[in-house]
């Protein structure tokens, strides 16, 4: 089975601290997302990564910033926490479109707080 | 511009009784299509996909979706609902070799014991 972790399940920081959420996945996926979850408004894009050190934006990047220097880990980093980021912060793999089984595979979450 | 429906913000069925999510889809091309659960508290968990052939696509846990290309639809159904289905479901498309996911806000599933 596919198994994508997360580094933490809750987090507490400030407002202004530098925060790392880590991800790895065991599949050797070619892709990597981070999402961020609030309730009405499903799930959005922050970043993703097709390949290491290749990243893309997704839909909401402001504020956020990614890193992808091995295949299997993909890290986002909210560089200045603020309340506003306060969410629950999903991260997913998939193989390349095309090949057979390239549906998303998502790890547990990491449900962030900024006070 | 390609996008994913979910008309129901939350669905209520009988313990017993058979159930329906429904997802309508636009995409250029070809779609993939793929329903998704998530239970509280926890990531989402892949249920079943439609990539090519047999429209009736069966899943994990009993569900099963039936795609409608001329209805451009791709509804989640269960013959049986059980408690344990209370979850958000989540529909999500991509055309072609996209690798981003195109996903809908999601539909609260509640079963009634």
């Known amino acids: 089975d596919v198994k994508v972790t997360q580094s933490s399940r809750y987090l507490v920081k400030r407002t202004g601290e530098k925060v790392f959420l880590e991800c790895v996945q065991d599949m050797d996926h070619e892709n990597m997302f981070w999402y961020r979850q609030d309730p009405g408004l499903g799930l959005r894009l922050i970043y993703f990564s097709y390949d290491v050190k290749m990243k893309e934006k997704g839909d909401i990047p402001e504020g956020y910033s990614v890193s992808r220097e091995k295949k299997e880990r993909f890290s986002l980093i909210l560089e200045s926490a603020s309340t506003n980021q306060t969410s629950m912060y999903l991260c997913a793999s998939s193989s390349t479109p095309g090949t057979v089984g390239y549906e998303q595979y998502f790890g547990p979450g990491t449900r962030l707080t900024v006070t | 511009a390609q996008s994913v429906a979910q008309p129901e913000d939350q669905v209520n069925v009988a313990e017993g009784n058979p159930l329906t999510v429904k997802c309508t889809y636009s995409v250029s091309g070809n779609p993939y299509l793929f329903w998704y659960v998530q239970y509280p508290n926890r990531g989402l968990q892949f249920l079943l996909k439609?990539?090519?052939?047999d429209n009736l696509v069966k899943g994990s846990y009993g569900f099963e979706a039936e795609f409608n290309k001329s209805q451009t639809s791709f509804h989640l159904k269960k013959p049986s609902a059980l408690v344990s289905d209370s979850a958000l479901y989540f529909c999500?498309?991509?055309?072609?070799?996209?690798?981003?996911?195109?996903w809908g806000l999601g539909t609260s599933l509640g079963v009634n014991p």
């Open positions: 439609y990539i090519t052939g």
């Open positions: 999500a498309t991509n055309a072609g070799n996209n690798r981003k996911l195109i």
